[in-house]
DNA sequence: CGCAAAGATGCGGGGCACGCAATTTTCTCG
DNA sequence: CGAGAAAATTGCGTGCCCCGCATCTTTGCG
């Protein structure tokens, strides 16, 4: 049996989904310390003591979609001509992470406002925060990967393909951020290469 | 009364400090999950209670040592000569973090092989990872501030200040990856300059 | 010296993470 | 198809953590 096509992976693979966007659903609406583990296994049509079965705790359940896509990253750059200039490919790549998915089509939300405005609150959860940060770092491993790979430095020895990985990574966190901090006066597409653009630049003054 | 000089406060400064290097050490002689709260509080002479007066969780009690010296750098930043280029002040900024301290010195290690070795599980534990990531972006925000007062950009409305604080951070804590990774062919008063060297340089892909 | 403020402590509760063993579901192969 | 193997789910019990609240002790200040 190929891997991934059984009955029992793509059970696995709905599970964990349900779960993790059961988590972060309850928890936009009520605020972190007002879910218990129970509600999501309760949302996700599963016992409690399976929620802990796919995750070691809520944060790593909420942020499990955030590590997914971050994952993809590596894969897009890998998947870049390789004739194209570093900085070029790795914008690129980065870009394709703020494409919805289907499963956030399939799932309208129901109040874009409330949502941002409980999305904020999660999102200033220090266990949260943390955690989410940590997903950054376990992306790096695999981006790092790519990047060797593509500009022919080794994973093990330089400095440098870690070095960009990180850098890249921490640059979209900053877009984000300065995203929901100031009141979008620009959009993740714009800022973004923005920010990659001045790092390839590196970092200049302004004016 | 001048704040910080009552008996109150450097007895609970002693306090915080005792709690937080008792909790480093015997989290590195034993492992984190073997070092009870209790244990601690009692290495450190003060009840189970009180510890949770001064610290969240564990985790945040072993970070915040790393915390205090990375707050330290936003300092240091305003120290340097405003005629200075900004990523040389950066860059002496960031080194002082790595000259020992007095409470370091005043502490000798007994075994300097048995603690690194310890240090590195330590560190290899996710939950202090994810806290100690999170002590870098709450030092971002310091740094970022300072990085806007010398280049005349604003904390607020400019993505410019926060994007080089969190480069910088994030270069430091590469660096320190990178250092513990390989066995050490190069000191981190060498690998840091490096690191920003080539950041201030765009990330060129190196020949 | 005595009162007010602030810290330390003891107690108790809610919840989380996980090991273990039993049970149910899925897969494989004759 | 059917039986046994493999794997996932579940229930139960445990240890620990984090925190609120009330109380007691220490420090600060007039």
Known sequence: MLVGVG???????????????????????????????????????VSPRTF?????????????????????????LRRRPPEEPLWTALTQATLTQYQPGPEV???????PVQWAAGLRV?????ALQAELLRTT???????????????????????YPHLVAATVLTATRAATTHYLRTESGSEMEQLLPEALARIAAGLPEPH
Do not use: C
């Open 137 to 159: 770092v376990i992306a790096e491993e695999d981006l790092a990967a790519a990047v060797a790979a593509r500009t022919g430095t080794s994973i093990e020895n330089d400095f």
């Open 52 to 76: 802990n079965n796919y995750f070691g705790s809520k944060a790593e359940a909420i942020v499990s979609r955030q590590l997914d896509r971050l994952r993809h990253i590596a894969d897009e």
């Open 7 to 45: 009955l029992r992976e793509s059970k696995k693979a709905a599970t964990r989904t349900a779960l993790s966007w059961a988590a972060i659903q309850l928890t936009v609406e009520r605020g972190l310390d007002n879910v218990k583990v129970e509600d999501i296994a309760a949302a996700a049509g």
């Open 122 to 126: 999660m999102l200033a959860e220090p």
């Open 105 to 111: 089509v399939a799932n309208p939300i129901p109040d």
